[in-house]
Structures are given as C-alpha cells and as structure tokens.
C-alpha cells in the first residue's frame, strides 16, 4: 500500500521525537549513574583514608 506524503512525514517526525526521548532518557540515567558512582567514590575514600 502507497502511503501519502503527509502520513510518511509525521511517522518521520514521531520517529525523530522517538529518537530525541530515547537518548534524553539514556542521557539521564547516564548521568544519575555518573552522579551515585562519584558520591559512593567520595563516600568510600572519606571512610576509608
């Protein structure tokens, strides 16, 4: 089935915004990760000088 031109244009726009939310998603978790790794870092280098 041939879809239209206007069809074929929002699925491009709801995969480019799909692309955006998933990388701002890895991007988050990424840097609540980096974020808990340093806190523990400094936690155990306090406790264990």
Known sequence: MAKLKHNTKSDIRWEIYGLLLISFGVL????????AVGA???FISKNFK
């Open 28 to 35: 988050g978790i990424f840097s609540i990760y980096t974020n």
């Open 40 to 42: 523990v870092g400094n």
